[in-house]
Each structure stands twice: as C-alpha cells, then as structure tokens.
C-alpha cells in the first residue's frame, strides 16, 4: 500500500489517510463537533503507517460521519457550510455531494494502485 508506481504522486496508503482526514474534518470536527484538528500535509507526507491502523482509522470514520449526518435535519442540510473554504457560500448538503465526489475519485486511485503494484 505504500508503493508508487512511475508516474504516480501518492501510495494508495497516502490516499487513505488524506480521505481519513478529509472526512474527520468536514464531517466529523465541522459538523460533529469531534474537536478533531487536521493535518493535511501529513496525510501525503506520512508513510508506512500500518495497514491494521489505517483499517481501524477507516472504521472509526465511517462511524462518524455515519453518527454526524443521521443527526442532521433537512434544515440543517440547507444552512450554509460553516467553515469559508469555497470562494462563495455552500449549503451542507452541497458540501456532503462534493465529500461524496471526492470519496469516490480517490477510492477509485487507490484501486487503480492495486492494480498497478500487484
């Protein structure tokens, strides 16, 4: 999980901590209020984390965003975002779509990497 292949910018182990920290973030610490605090460049920086870690680290944020958005109400789905990171305002459901977008670009590279180094 930690090999790159030429001409690939990140392992699949690297992508993995990046869609971990992407969804603690916008989900879990924005709307969950978790107190999570992100440290983006280590999730493409950080190497060789164990892959039983990066499981259970997978497991814990499928709790939590599963625990943040059955919260939410569909009024809350309409509020605007609260963390100013689009040059103009996004709603929360908005902002769930690209998370899911996003999800599922970098859940499709790391099959590709699977597929490159195996």
């Known amino acids: 999980m930690w090999v790159v292949a030429p001409g690939i910018s990140n392992s699949a182990g690297n992508l993995a901590l990046h869609i971990v920290g992407n969804l603690n973030n916008f989900i ?22 164990p892959r039983e870690k990066i499981i259970a680290d997978i497991g814990e944020v499928i709790g939590i965003v599963k625990a943040t958005i059955s919260e939410l109400t569909n009024a809350q789905l309409e509020e605007i975002y ?8 996004v ?23 699977r597929r490159l180094v195996f």
Do not use: I
Request: no cysteine.
């Open 28 to 49: 879990g610490a924005v709307l969950g209020n978790t107190g999570y605090v992100r440290n983006r460049d280590a999730e493409f920086t950080t190497k060789d984390v």
């Open 82 to 89: 609260p963390e100013d990171k689009w040059k103009d305002p």
């Open 91 to 113: 709603t929360v459901q908005h902002l769930l779509l690209h998370l899911l977008t996003h999800l599922s670009y970098h859940v499709g590279q790391v099959n590709y990497h």
